[in-house]
C-alpha cells in the first residue's frame, strides 16, 4: 500500500508561522542595531555638553548650546514665560539677579481669593524687576506654611487653605535657589509677602550664604513686607481708611490686587451687589483705584529695591527691620 501524504494540522502550522515571523523580527533587530546611529547604540554614552535645550544637539541644532534665538527677545521677566533660550540669552545680556516671591493659599474675607499674596506678588515682582533692569522672576511660590494638618490650626481651619510643613518650606526654597545657582544667576533674593514666610526665607538665604560665602549672593529681603509704611505713605495720597471691617483685609491689598486682576477682588461683583468698600474705603471708581493701585506698587518696588541693593553689597542678608502690622498679620 503506498503510503500517504503527512497532513500539517492548522496548530502545526500556526506554529511554524510564529516561528518564522519571530526569526524575521530577530535579523531586522540585529540589522537595525549594526546600522544604527553610534549615539543610539551606545545608550550609556557621554552626554554631547552642546545639549541645552531638552534634546540632543546632534539631533538638532536648537538643542545646541550656541544656536542663536530664532526668535525675538521676549517682553517679558517671568522665566515660567520664557523660553531656555530666551533665560540663556538674557543671562548673557546682564540679568543675573533673580527674584523667588513667596505668596500662599489662605482664607481673606468674603471679597478677595485664596490666593490673595500671589496675585499681589505678581504685580509686585513684576515692578520691582522692570525698575532693576537686570532682574527676573522666578514663578511664585504658592504654596507657605499656614497652620499645622492634625489637627488643624491657623488659617488651616479655613477651607481652601494650604499648608506646607516648616521644613518642607524650607527644602523647597532651598532646591529652588540651589537650581538658579546652577544656571548662573549671581544674586538670588527672596521675598515674601505674608508673615509666616518670613521665618523660613531668613534661615535658608542665612544657610547657603555660609555655606556658599556670597558666591552668589542669597539674601532673604524682608524690607518687602512692611504694610504699615504702605498704608502711612498712601496716608500722603488721599487714601485713609476709616473703621476696621475686621476682614483679613485692607484698602492697600485690595488695590495691590485689584491692579493685576480684578476679578482676584470680584470687582463687578462687589460693585453691582453695592459692596465696593472696605474699611470705610470706597473702591468703587476704577479709574482711581488704577491709579492708587499704580502707587501703591510703584512705592513698594522703590522700598524694595533699595534693599535689594543694600543686601547685594552686604553679600547676604541684613539684619531684620523692625516691623509694624497693621490689623494683624497679611
Excluded at 547604540?41 to 544656536?67: I, K, L, V
Excluded at 511660590?141 to 518642607?168: A, I, Y
Excluded at 510703584?298 to 533699595?306: G, H, L, N, P, Q
Amino acid at each position: 500500500m503506498p503510503l500517504l501524504p503527512i497532513t500539517r494540522s492548522p496548530r502545526t502550522s500556526l506554529t511554524a508561522s510564529i516561528r518564522t515571523a519571530l526569526a524575521s523580527a530577530a535579523i531586522m533587530v540585529t540589522t537595525a542595531t549594526l546600522f544604527a546611529p553610534a549615539a543610539q547604540a551606545q545608550p550609556g554614552a557621554p552626554r554631547d555638553p552642546r545639549s541645552m535645550g531638552g534634546g540632543n544637539c546632534p539631533q538638532n541644532p536648537y538643542n545646541c548650546a550656541d544656536t542663536p534665538n530664532p526668535l525675538p527677545t521676549a517682553n517679558t521677566v517671568w522665566l515660567e514665560e520664557m523660553t531656555w533660550m530666551d533665560v540663556r540669552d538674557a543671562l548673557k545680556a546682564g540679568k543675573t539677579t533673580v527674584i523667588i516671591t513667596t505668596g500662599g493659599m489662605e482664607p481673606n474675607g468674603p471679597w478677595l481669593v485664596t490666593g490673595k499674596h500671589n496675585y499681589v506678588l505678581h504685580a509686585n515682582c513684576e515692578a520691582i524687576a522692570r525698575k532693576l533692569g537686570n532682574a527676573l522672576c522666578a514663578p511664585i511660590v504658592k504654596f507657605v506654611p499656614e497652620g499645622n494638618l492634625e489637627p488643624p490650626s491657623g488659617h488651616m481651619t479655613s477651607p481652601g487653605t494650604m499648608t506646607l510643613r516648616e521644613g518642607t518650606f524650607r527644602n523647597l526654597l532651598t532646591d529652588l535657589v540651589h537650581s538658579l545657582k546652577v544656571h548662573g544667576f549671581k544674586n538670588i533674593i527672596l521675598i515674601g509677602d505674608s508673615g509666616g514666610n518670613q521665618g523660613g526665607q531668613r534661615a535658608v538665604a542665612d544657610s547657603l550664604t555660609k555655606i556658599w560665602q556670597g558666591s552668589p549672593v542669597v539674601a532673604h529681603v524682608q524690607e518687602y513686607y512692611d504694610y504699615a509704611s504702605v498704608t502711612e505713605y498712601m496716608k500722603t495720597r488721599g487714601l485713609v481708611e476709616g473703621t476696621a471691617d475686621n476682614l483679613h483685609d485692607d484698602a492697600i491689598i485690595t488695590l495691590n490686587m485689584f491692579i493685576d486682576d480684578p476679578k482676584s477682588v470680584r470687582y463687578d461683583e462687589r460693585v453691582k451687589a453695592g459692596k465696593a468698600t472696605i474699611n470705610g474705603v470706597s473702591v468703587a471708581d476704577r479709574k482711581k483705584n488704577t491709579e492708587l493701585a499704580r502707587q501703591i506698587v510703584e512705592y513698594r518696588a522703590k522700598v524694595t529695591i533699595e534693599a535689594i541693593n543694600k543686601a547685594i553689597a552686604n553679600k547676604g542678608t541684613l539684619p531684620a527691620p523692625p516691623r509694624r502690622a497693621p490689623g494683624g498679620t497679611f
